[in-house]
Nanobody, 130 residues
Framework: VQLVESGGGSVQAGGSPRLSCAASGYTYSSNCMGWFRQAPGKEREGVATIYTGGTITYYADSVKGRFTISQDNGKDTLYLQMNSLEPEDTAMYHC????????????????????????WGQGTLVTVSL
């Protein structure tokens, strides 16, 4: 199983970058996948999750209305469109997946139980400056 993130970098507050996560090595459809972030000195935080077999999405309150998680099933790729970025959004962003396709939980479960996901990417750093 391999997850490879891209699209991070340095952006100014208010910017709108899009992160991508290319998945391979497992059956992409009918899984929970998500984006998670960890800022320096802070615990990992769930940002958004999605059911890859449909369109159900879940968001952390801190990003609701600003970030959008989406996917391209034909490309086995997950996206995170980030709008209205704030310095507080500065973090390493990781995508993660439940590669088992057994759907033990609804995907919102993983926002607060990220350790239950078994596949993780290396992460892409997003730095937001004023």
């Amino acid at each position: 199983v391999q997850l490879v993130e891209s699209g991070g970098g340095s952006v100014q507050a208010g910017g709108s970058p899009r992160l991508s996560c290319a998945a391979s090595g497992y059956t992409y459809s009918s899984n929970c996948m998500g984006w998670f972030r960890q800022a320096p000195g802070k615990e990992r935080e769930g940002v958004a999750t999605i059911y890859t077999g449909g369109t159900i999405t879940y968001y952390a309150d801190s990003v609701k209305g600003r970030f959008t998680i989406s996917q391209d099933n034909g490309k086995d790729t997950l996206y995170l469109q980030m709008n209205s970025l704030e310095p507080e959004d500065t973090a390493m962003y990781h995508c993660a997946a439940d590669s088992s396709s057994r759907l033990y939980h609804t995907c919102d479960y993983y926002l607060t139980h990220s350790t239950a996901l078994d596949a993780w990417g290396q992460g892409t750093l997003v730095t937001v400056s004023l």
